[in-house]
């Protein structure tokens, strides 16, 4: 529920989508869209209500699959533009996926490619929103939505299109699994479209109150354990604003799988290589742990030796150490991994003998248990 009698009457009305929901469908079309390239009705899974369109590309560059509607207004004006609504995504890689719009100003001119855009690849049902003011009178406005130029499969529901400022209210609403510091954590991130004084409670199926978190600002971020059965209610004061809504807390899925399943991996990468908590060593990596330089005199080379805890517990009273000759290791460190966490250690090479015009340094690592010095 949004809290609007504070809202001059001017702006309680506007110019809305038809079948924003997707509620009405025929003979597997949308009423009041047009196709653009394909797409699916739906009814398992939604939003809200009954209906959403699922929308699927494989073909890459070429793919596109999403509707357009057409809104074309009788009496033009410079009225701000506010648009938005979910969408969900499985494996989502495109150049665009977002609402698009195409906008005709009265007497000439236009306004291509105004967009909100969701996050890739993989997210449960996340909310996204702008707003647009235009430089001179709207006389039409084409609303894309669409998965263009890639891969995945996506989903829209409740989109929205209106002529008005915007409100005190959630401008975008984005979840992302808390995945490697806990396993089923969830950290959602919430975006006002006003500074304001935020209040976000999570309650349980029985309505009891499980969590609260509380701040100022435009921006709201909260880690929580999550739960299939939870409920979020965010509420929020700017003014003599306010705005309440509750949101079914989105269950996310971890779409990280770690090839560890016990003890520890010991593996390596050359220096190049972006590596995070959520990077996990192929089977030939874990199998073969080598490491391999070559440089030349006066030069410098670097790589990582990598531990990767598995699910099953932690690995603690690990020590490295590297012994070969003329090689300096610059940080030597005690490591402390907690499942199903990775730790890396940086090694340099840095002394080449005086008399050698080059050097290649072959070395294999050897399996890591706790309390063993490899």
């Not at 894309?144 to 995945?152: A, C």
């Not at 409670?201 to 100022?216: H, I, K, M, P, V």
Request: neutral net charge; aromatic residues 8%; hydrophobic residues 40%.
């Amino acid at each position: 529920m949004i809290a609007s009698a504070c809202l001059p009457a001017c702006l309680l009305s506007a110019q809305t989508l038809v079948n924003g929901g997707f509620e009405e469908a025929a003979d597997g079309k949308v009423k009041g869209w047009r196709a653009y390239g394909t797409y699916a009705c739906e009814t398992g899974t939604v939003h809200s209500g009954a209906g959403s369109i699922r929308c699927e590309v494989s073909d890459g560059d070429k793919g596109q699959a999403g509707v357009m509607q057409e809104i074309v207004y009788a009496k033009p004006d410079k009225s701000p533009v506010l648009f938005g609504g979910w969408s969900k995504a499985e494996k989502a890689s495109a150049a665009d996926y977002c609402i698009f719009l195409d906008v005709w100003y009265e007497g000439g001119g236009n306004e291509w490619g105004v967009t909100a855009n969701w996050s890739q690849p993989t997210h449960g049902w996340e909310y996204a929103a702008e707003a647009f003011y235009p430089e001179k009178p709207v006389q039409k406005i084409q609303y894309f939505v669409f998965l263009r130029k890639g891969t995945g499969r996506v989903w829209f529901d409740g989109l929205s299109l209106e002529r008005r400022p915007p409100a005190l209210g959630i401008k975008a609403m984005r979840t992302v699994s808390d995945f490697p510091r806990s396993k089923t954590g969830v950290q959602v991130m919430l975006e006002f479209w006003k500074e304001a004084a935020w209040c976000c409670r999570l309650t349980d199926a029985a309505g009891q109150e499980r969590e609260r978190f509380s701040g100022n600002g435009s921006r709201a971020v909260m880690t929580t354990g999550g739960g299939a059965a939870v409920s979020l209610h965010v509420s929020a004061k700017a003014g003599g604003e306010t705005f309440e809504r509750t949101v079914a807390f989105p269950a996310v899925q971890r779409t990280f799988d770690n090839p560890v399943k016990s003890g520890c991996a010991v593996w390596t990468a050359d220096s190049m290589r972006r590596v995070t908590p959520l990077t996990y060593p192929s089977g030939a990596e874990a199998a073969s742990p080598k490491i391999v330089l070559e440089l030349a005199r006066n030069e410098c080379e670097s790589a990582q030796l990598l531990v990767t805890a598995g699910d099953d517990g932690p690995v603690a009273d690990v020590t490295v150490e590297l012994t070969a000759g003329d090689v300096v290791l610059l940080r030597h460190r005690y490591l402390h991994l907690r499942p199903p966490e990775m730790q890396r250690l940086q090694i340099d090479l840095r002394k080449i003998p005086h008399d050698a015009a080059s050097l290649v340094l072959t070395g294999t690592v050897a399996s890591v248990a706790e309390g063993v010095t490899p």
